[in-house]
């Protein structure tokens, strides 16, 4: 069975800082791919970010990027320069080949101090 | 207008009253589905249809139903409900190919009292 772990409840973090954000997947495929979603106040789901468990090199998307520790099983948030509108709940997310399903975490609200 | 539209936005009912939330789309995808999401519990699948015709349970589809009217069209109904079903429920489609990208609606929040 595919599990997905976020074991951070709540982070928070100084406007400008770096935060780091931390998911553990569990998963028997070879061929999967991770997410995060963002979820404002607003509700709606927002893709952050993804990654192919085949490619080696860590995805990026402008101020977020991800570090891809597929060993360890490990597929972590990382937000530089962190804004005031990165507050929200973040939610790592897991599918594996051949399947409709995401299996996602419990979410991480991340809070950005002025 | 949203490619994924729920509705009602908020919704709040007594204990033992059906009721009927509503999905529809614009992506024109074959694919789609309910979750709930609960504090500490993320997101779970209630049911998911792969057509009009292919209709299948999640993993917590019990006090649930769902009708999928037309493609763009797929409801979630509450039978008789409990207040342990209050949640924020979400309709997603997704694309036709692996990793099959979901687009959410912006959620519905019931409460029932």
Known sequence: AQTVTQSQPEMSVQEAETVTLSCTYDTSESDYYLFWYKQPPSRQMILVIRQEAYKQQNATENRFSVNFQKAAKSFSLKISDSQLGDAAMYFCALTTSGTYKYIFGTGTRLKVLA | ?113
């Open chain 2, 1 to 113: 207008d949203a490619d994924v539209t729920q509705t009602p936005r908020n919704r709040i009912t007594k204990t033992g009253k059906r009721i009927m939330l509503e999905c529809s789309q614009t992506k024109g995808h074959d694919r789609m589905y309910w979750y709930r999401q609960d504090p500490g519990l993320g997101l779970r699948l209630i049911y998911y249809s792969f057509d009009v015709k292919d209709i299948n349970k999640g993993e917590i589809s019990d006090g649930y139903s769902v009708s999928r009217q037309a493609q763009a069209k797929f409801s979630l109904s509450l039978e008789s409900a409990i207040p342990n079903q209050t949640a924020l429920y979400f309709c997603a489609t997704s694309d036709p190919g692996w990793p099959y990208g979901y687009t959410f609606g912006s959620g519905t929040r019931l409460t029932v009292v």
